[in-house]
């Protein structure tokens, strides 16, 4: 959720858009193209309450799942109810890490970051199975199962989808689902069509210059900005977030090291979309209990509206006011009395 992505040429005839969302940053007003460029690398100021949550460190370690090192972030008793969570695209887990301290006095929390993000390793290929299997092996590393129940599972955006195919597909592994402003992923004729797609045809499409390398980390940190690009006021979270979205690389010039991205610049090419969740399914069809949390301004709600996404049917969902997509960064303390709430209730 990052950097501006640069559309990849498209075969003749063929309108290709992987991705859930892309725009061109010179359309954008300045203080959406580059939110933290008048700061100037300084941390904008926070409240209390940020300051105090992000003081309370997890646990920093990697889970071997596939193949490949997932980073894992937990915070809590072992012992109490798991929750884990799961970000969005291009994010990593401390995207949470202001708000899991505040679920970790009544629950062991745990919080993922995807394949191909953060720090967690790249591969040549990812699909909503795996992510699955990377789920549980960070669930069962976290000792989210330790209360004799399998945890919730928390999902935002592209994590919510993937929590959304666990929670149809596995049941098992959870017992609620949790969605944070969540597409749903396209309608079935654009999945079957992308479904028919080899790995080489996917790969084809893809952009293959590489990932810019800042020469400072006030130039990197003056380039972030949200996807889907949206306003926002609570810039001492998107500092945090901004932050831990980056990696020192070697400068291209070869006169030292820079600053870079941490996600898989391909990682939308690389999507296998062969098996896909079953569309059309009312939620009393599923066994795992599901609620939705919508941002009152987002633009989920805009691809609703336009026919380009559509939930299970049944679905309960309840809107977050005064948010947009990134509702953890527009409502911290909204969300998390949303979160317990639900958590409550299914207690």
Request: charged content about 20%; glycine content about 6%; aromatic content about 10%.
């Amino acid at each position: 959720m990052t950097e501006e992505i640069s559309k990849p040429a498209a075969p003749a005839g063929e309108i290709y858009d992987d991705r859930p969302y892309v725009v061109n940053a010179a359309d954008l007003p300045e203080e959406i193209r580059s939110p933290l460029k008048p700061f100037k690398g300084e941390k904008p100021p926070a409240p209390q309450w940020f300051r105090d949550a992000i003081a309370q460190e997890p646990e920093r370690r990697f889970v071997t799942s596939a193949g490949a090192r997932i980073e894992l972030l937990t915070w809590g008793e072992i012992g109490k109810p798991g929750l884990l969570l799961v970000h969005g695209n291009s994010a990593h887990a401390d995207w949470w890490s202001f708000i899991a301290p505040f679920l970790a006095t009544e629950y062991r929390v745990a919080a993922m970051t995807l394949a191909g993000m953060g720090p967690s390793d790249w591969r040549d290929s990812y699909a909503p199975w795996v992510f699955a299997e990377d789920a549980e092996a960070c669930a069962q590393a976290a000792g989210l199962y330790a209360d004799g129940r399998a945890p919730v599972y928390i999902g935002h955006s592209f994590g919510a989808a993937q929590v959304f195919h666990v929670a149809v597909n596995f049941p098992e592994q959870l017992r609620a689902a949790i969605f944070i402003d969540c597409g749903f992923g396209p309608v079935p004729s654009v999945l079957e069509e992308r479904a028919q797609r080899t790995t080489e045809e996917r790969l084809a499409l893809t952009r293959q210059r590489p990932t810019q390398v800042y020469p400072t980390l006030e130039a990197a940190l003056a380039r972030f900005r949200l996807a889907p690009p949206q306003p926002c006021e609570n810039l001492y979270i998107v500092d945090h977030i901004a932050r831990r979205s980056l990696k020192r690389a070697p400068l291209a010039d070869g006169s030292g090291e820079g600053w870079t991205w941490c996600f898989d610049p391909n990682i939308w090419a690389k999507l296998d979309f062969s098996r896909t969740v079953p569309h059309g399914q009312p939620v009393s069809s599923f066994q795992t209990p599901m609620i939705h949390f919508l941002g009152e301004h987002s633009q989920v709600m805009e691809r609703r509206q336009a026919g380009d996404s559509r939930p299970p049917a049944g679905l309960t969902e309840i809107m977050i006011p005064d948010s947009h997509h990134h509702v953890m960064i527009d409502q911290p303390l909204a969300l998390v009395a949303a979160l317990r709430t639900a958590l409550t209730l299914w207690a």
